[in-house]
């Protein structure tokens, strides 16, 4: 691949994930009318089971053609995204919103670190430079006055530390592997882990609350937030690095507080937007680069 091409490629992949952050961003509001009516997991099993299904449906002759190693992959995908999401809902019953979006996205601090110790890649100085400018962003963002710690948080925390590995190995097999096939298989397991664990904690599901408003809602966070978005992120992961790709995902945090703000009424403050510039900020010093270097 040229040089051009290979520009048009990762500026394409750039895009799919600011548009998987902004999907994500917006499906907070969403997912919060959700939770109201249904359990947590059966959400989460429901979102899966609608990617997966229409994922199959668009891509079976690429499935079709999938060997061992690549359902072993996939599956270890499907199994670290189950894990990251279960914990993030759980964590939200036990602290706040905020706490629960800021303490999430610290996996932008850990990519790096988890790249250079799974993929022996070592983080640039300006990565892990934007990585910090991200984190400082995203605590004025997200962060209020209480700053103590409860239970909510440390689930959090351990689903920041899942998906950040999610992303690191997204990188992994993406390299060698078919992020579409890789996409398809990880929402298949992860419906299935959610199917599995929602009747055990849930108990059974009243499937006559899903109509009108809220129906709509989970078709959206199915379609949108879970089969498009996870297969812009796995394709554009292939072309960026996945230090790049963490930092580009945590604006769903900024985005997030846009849509709070159109919808549910959040106030705009200076805080909030020296939040959103330092965001802003990351991201060009993620992919500056030197002339004459790589």
Not at 25 to 52: D, H, W
Not at 70 to 94: A, P
Not at 104 to 109: A, D, E, G, S
Not at 262 to 286: D, K, N, Q, Y
Request: aromatic share 12%; with cysteine.
């Amino acid at each position: 691949m040229n040089q051009t091409a290979e520009k048009g490629v990762k500026a394409l992949s750039v895009l799919g994930l600011i548009v998987t952050t902004i999907i994500w961003g917006s499906a907070f509001v969403v997912m919060k009318n959700s939770i109201g009516v249904i359990s947590p997991t059966y959400v989460l099993a429901l979102r899966f089971t609608i990617a997966a299904v229409g994922l199959v449906i668009i891509f079976w002759k690429r499935i079709r053609t999938l060997k061992t190693p690549d359902l072993l992959r996939g599956g270890l995908l499907g199994v670290f995204l189950f894990i990251s999401y279960f914990l993030q809902t759980y964590g939200l019953k036990y602290t706040t919103a905020s706490k629960n979006a800021f303490i999430t996205t610290l996996y932008v601090i850990l990519v790096p670190f988890l790249h250079w110790f799974f993929n022996k890649k070592s983080p640039s100085k300006n990565h892990v430079t934007a990585a910090v400018i991200a984190v400082i962003g995203l605590a004025l963002l997200s962060l209020e006055g209480d700053l103590s710690i409860n239970i909510g948080d440390f689930l959090t925390f351990i689903c920041g530390i899942f998906y950040a590995i999610h992303i690191v190995f997204i990188d992994r097999y993406t390299a060698d592997h078919d992020p579409v096939g890789l996409t398809v298989l990880q929402m298949v397991v992860a419906a299935a882990l959610s199917w599995l664990v929602a009747p055990v904690l849930e108990g059974t599901l009243d499937f006559t609350v899903i109509h009108g408003s809220i129906l709509t809602g989970i078709l959206y966070l199915g379609i949108f937030s879970t089969m498009l978005c996870f297969l812009f992120q796995n394709v554009g992961q292939k072309h960026l690095s996945p230090n790049t790709s963490s930092i580009i995902l945590s604006f769903e945090a900024v985005f997030g507080l846009i849509f709070s703000v159109i919808f549910l009424g959040e106030e705009i403050t200076p805080r909030l937007i020296g939040g959103c510039v330092l965001m802003f900020a990351a991201i060009i010093l993620s992919e500056y680069r030197k002339k004459g270097t790589s």
